[in-house]
């Protein structure tokens, strides 16, 4: 059995890789159990989203999620790296104007094929690519087509005497936001990579939510932590929800399907919602599963065929 399950926001600091956050919780918290939702360089800080116990089900999920970063980029540079960490391989004289700076980026936004960086974690051929470049062997990569909702220019205020700019990146899931520096970069005709990264959003989970490791060592020790978790059905709280009579326990707690009739259809509190019930059986729909006694069991997906309620992820511990 964990001790603690569900989902905890992390500012992740700079000089810590994401494994080494997970690495060090276990050490916090005293269980195996838990997993990261989207890698973050050592350089880079903020929102990393990690998963404890019965959460680390919706670890892929999790990955899925739109992400929002703030990014602080120097022109006139290109690094192997394509931040301000590797080793400097180009350097060029930058005269760019606020105007052309803001054209640029325009042009990045919506779908955008975007050729990964060869310092990244991505595997090819069973070895990652960042084990590659540390050879010094650079391999052809295909281009994943990303989506970037929108950019923001928060501060161009150092464009002429830094050659730096500052902005705000709404994205897709596998956006690197180096490889966005370096090739706005490209199109500005003077290179550029990225300086500084902070990630500020990764679905509901933000900035302002996020706490640091040795915050959480002081919630563990005055008793706090379990308030700040956040249990698995958090991320799926758009969903309706519906409650099983205890006749029927036995079959949540077993991870089996349940039938129509065995969902409470009288509810004095109102918190079941039977007015939609039609909607609720068409095929594929997804509902939150409850006991009556409000313990969470999982997600289940109704399967017009057979009728039936069939658990799609669970997340009840005897």
Do not use: W
């Not at 325009?106 to 060869?118: E, L, N, R, S, T």
């Not at 590659?132 to 161009?156: F, Q, Y």
């Not at 991320?235 to 929800?241: A, G, N, Q, S, Y």
């Amino acid at each position: 059995m964990n001790q603690y399950n569900g989902l905890i926001n992390i500012y992740k600091e700079p000089g810590f890789t994401s494994n080494d956050v997970v690495a060090k919780l276990r050490g916090i918290l005293h269980q195996r159990k838990i997993g990261h939702t989207g890698t973050l360089d050592p350089d880079a800080v903020g929102v990393l989203v990690v998963c404890l116990g019965t959460g680390t089900k919706l670890v892929e999920m999790l990955t899925d999620h739109d992400k929002e970063y703030i990014a602080v980029c120097r022109l006139g540079v290109i690094t192997d790296t394509q931040d301000m960490s590797g080793n400097v391989l180009e350097s060029s004289e930058v005269h760019v104007t606020k105007e052309e700076l803001h054209e640029a980026v325009k042009a990045f936004v919506g779908d955008y094929d975007q050729i990964p960086p060869m310092f990244s974690a991505i595997k090819q051929d069973g070895k990652k690519l960042y084990e590659l470049a540390r050879e010094g062997i650079e391999v052809e990569r295909k281009p994943r087509k990303i989506h970037i909702d929108a950019i923001t220019i928060l501060d161009d205020s150092h464009l002429e005497d830094e050659h730096m700019f500052t902005m705000e990146v709404k994205c897709s899931k596998g956006t690197y936001i180096r490889t966005l520096c370096h090739d706005i970069g490209l199109r500005l005709g003077c290179g550029a990579a990225m300086q500084h990264l902070t990630r500020t959003r990764v679905g509901a989970f933000n900035l302002e939510t996020a706490f640091t490791l040795s915050q959480i060592e002081q919630m563990r020790d005055d008793g706090t932590l379990m308030d700040n978790i956040q249990s698995p059905e958090f991320i799926f709280r758009d969903l309706d929800k519906v409650h099983v009579k205890d006749s029927a326990r036995v079959l949540l707690e077993n991870g089996n399907s349940f039938r129509k009739d065995n969902i409470i259809n009288e509810d004095p509190e109102g918190v079941n919602d039977t007015e939609y019930l039609e909607e609720m059986l068409e095929d594929g729909n997804m509902i939150r599963v409850y006991a009556e006694d409000e313990t969470f069991f999982g997600i289940y997906i109704y399967d017009a065929r057979t009728k039936m309620f069939k658990v799609d992820k669970f997340f009840f511990e005897k």
